[in-house]
């Protein structure tokens, strides 16, 4: 049974990782994303590498009016339905506090959006009695810190969606992975000061066909992402409020 893969946000280092990857295994490539030009060449670049089919699709995590026709398309194939998301924004904290207005836009790229994409598109795969979702959270969801706590606040926010998401997909034979990666050599990290450990978004996109190959619940990427945000998250709370983390 072939696989289909919408990749929500694809346009983005790690997206277009998985992609590859995706579609060297054979999947079908649905490529979702706003910047029409760019997906058009990850979907030229994923009919190279053996996806029998590669697409670029408009989606808005903004506008729910993108998320019906991109539906339709994909549920004319057959096979399994699956879904990555990989959407987000992060603006800096310090742009936030001087325009709370950015919440908005931060929540629904980061959770709102996905979560009602994935809302809509569950019946289908309940239907099918199959089918993954790979949500890519962030470790900042694991704990409130100053220097982005409403992006943090979204993501976390989204964890718990799909946590709930996958003790509903279960019961029809669907699956659900959380992932929490680090730091990721993407748009959305550069330039920003202080990071380390910083991983490839092809290292990211490996770890995820693994947890879908063994139906790991919820995975940090790189693995000792675990450690670090277990160690931050039982620090106690009059201390760590005085820390710079």
Avoid at 11 to 35: E, H, I, N, P, Q
Avoid at 169 to 189: C, E, I, N, Q, Y
Wanted: proline share 5%; hydrophobic share 45%.
């Amino acid at each position: 049974m072939t696989d289909n893969w919408i990749i929500l946000g694809a346009t983005s280092s790690m997206a277009k990782a998985f992609a590859r990857a995706v579609a060297d295994d054979g999947a079908r490539v649905f490529l979702a994303g706003r910047d029409l030009k760019d997906l058009e060449t990850s979907a030229f670049d994923c009919t190279q590498r053996g996806a029998p089919l590669a697409e670029a699709v408009l989606f808005d995590a903004r506008d729910a009016n993108t998320f019906g026709p991109i539906i339709d398309r994909v549920t004319k194939e057959d096979g399994t339905i699956n879904v990555a998301v990989f959407v987000g924004s992060m603006p800096p904290q310090a742009d936030i506090d001087l325009d709370p207005s950015l919440i908005d836009g931060v929540i629904a790229d980061s959770f709102t959006g996905p979560a009602k994409f994935l809302q809509s598109i569950a019946p289908e795969m309940e239907a099918r009695d199959s089918g993954t979702v790979i949500g890519v959270g962030s470790v900042a969801g694991d704990r409130g810190r100053i220097g982005n706590y409403v992006y943090g606040s979204a993501k976390a926010g989204f964890h718990t969606y799909l946590s709930g998401l996958r003790n509903r997909l279960t019961r029809s034979g669907g699956h659900v992975v959380t992932v929490k990666p680090g730091f990721v050599d993407s748009a959305m990290t550069w330039g920003i000061e202080g990071m380390f450990l910083v991983a490839p978004p092809e290292k990211v996109a490996s770890d995820l066909l693994t947890a879908v190959e063994k139906k790991k619940d919820v995975i940090y990427t790189p693995f000792f992402w675990r450690i670090i945000m277990g160690i931050i998250t039982r620090i106690p709370e009059r201390i760590f409020k005085k820390m710079s983390v």
